[in-house]
């Protein structure tokens, strides 16, 4: 299963909102994570099942989408999201991750 | 708490072999998938590979299921990744991370710090 995301960078400033796409060559039903990996450091779990947000992580994030279209919103960007962002299909094996994108502020 | 430290990176001649460890603490080892994901140098996520709580089942990404064993060793809560016929597009940070299941949804909850293999002919 394919995963296109777009865009694969994005400059925003800090208060706006930002929205990432991500899209399945085929249906997925809810079966997509999305992870925020800073620089230099492991990627972090943010997002589960499409929409759940994962223990910890601020209510500024927000998942939508099911079956092949996915978004993730950060309502108000804050100077620490600065980072890259990156949606994975957990529907079938071989997982897959999309390409990521890097969020600058 | 849980953590999950890989090591056995470094640099390696192309056409060898190496063997990635990690080490897992801070739950019970038997109950939890473990995944290997890997990164080149300012690229995206690759998913590479599972193997089970049990043992049982392994999976690979297409691209890299003729080179990579999988592994784990429950008495050592250690999970293995060796991979053979290394080139230079293997040059990479490998990261070790625990699948968890909530519901019908699985997801990488916890991850290492990664381990840097340097391919170098």
């Known amino acids: ?105 | 708490q849980v953590q999950l430290v890989e090591s056995g990176g470094g640099v390696v001649q192309t056409g060898n072999s190496l063997r990635l460890s990690c080490v897992v603490s801070g739950f019970t080892f038997g109950h939890f998938n473990f995944h290997w994901v890997r990164q080149a140098p300012g690229k995206g996520l690759e998913w590479l590979t599972v193997i089970s709580f049990d043992g049982r089942n392994e999976y690979f990404a297409e691209s890299m299921k003729d080179r990579l064993i999988v592994s784990r060793d429950d008495s050592k809560s250690t999970v293995f990744l060796q991979m053979n016929r290394l080139t230079d597009v293997d040059s990479a940070v490998y990261y070790c991370a625990r699948s968890r299941c909530i519901g019908r949804s699985c997801q990488l909850d916890s991850w290492g710090q990664g381990t840097l293999v340097n391919v170098s002919s």
């Not at chain 1, 399945?24 to 800073?38: C, M, V």
């Not at chain 1, 779990?45 to 996915?70: E, K």
């Open chain 1, 1 to 105: 299963i394919q995963l296109t995301q777009s865009p694969s960078s994005l400059s925003a400033s800090v208060g706006d909102r930002v929205t990432i796409t991500c899209r399945a060559s085929q249906g997925i039903t809810n079966k997509l994570a999305w992870y925020q990996q800073k620089p230099g450091k492991a990627p972090e779990l943010l997002i589960y099942a499409a929409s759940t947000l994962h223990s910890g992580v601020p209510s500024r994030f927000s998942g939508s989408g099911s079956g092949t279209v996915f978004t993730l919103t950060i309502s108000s960007l804050q100077p620490e999201d600065l980072a890259s962002y990156h949606c994975q299909q957990v529907d079938t094996y071989p997982w897959t991750f999309g390409h990521g994108t890097r969020v600058e502020i």
